[in-house]
């Protein structure tokens, strides 16, 4: 039964991969799924579908790697570009989880952090004028 779904899936996707290139139709999903691509650098993959199987496991990794990447380099030259961050930026030096909320209860940690950031929106707002 597993062999009929996946060829099922398979299927409906060769289907809609189809009317998508062909610009009948513009799914959501796919649409989505090309601009990770794209952001990642992995266009190829796109062009290449059917042709190169580069393997699930593979590209997931490789997607999920660019994508904190991409993620922390952006962090990095926020906190170091933003006037507000001068003292934030010598205290937080890496972008990871601060061993302080790694040994409080989990109900506690979760509530700093939730604290934590309504503050941080407050001043946002506040900065703001609004």
């Keep these: ?3 009929r779904a996946n060829f099922h899936i398979g299927y ?3 289907v809609l991969m189809q009317l998508y290139n062909l610009n009948i139709y513009k799914s959501p999903w796919l649409t989505n799924v090309l601009q990770i691509l794209n952001s990642c650098g992995l266009r190829n993959i796109w062009t290449e ?8 496991e593979w590209l997931k990794c490789r997607v999920k790697q660019v994508l904190l990447d991409q ?7 926020d906190v170091r570009d933003s006037p507000k961050c001068f003292l934030y ?4 030096t ?3 989880i601060e061993n302080y909320l790694k040994n409080l209860p989990r109900n506690v940690s979760r509530t700093l952090c939730k604290y934590n950031r ?11 004028g609004i």
Excluded: C, H, P
């Design 1 to 3: 039964m597993a062999k």
């Design 71 to 77: 993620f922390q380099q952006q962090w990095y030259s």
């Design 49 to 56: 579908q059917g042709r190169i199987d580069y393997g699930v």
């Design 89 to 92: 930026k010598e205290i937080k």
């Design 12 to 14: 409906n996707y060769s």
């Design 118 to 128: 309504l503050v941080t929106i407050i001043y946002q707002l506040k900065e703001e």
């Design 94 to 96: 890496e972008l990871k």
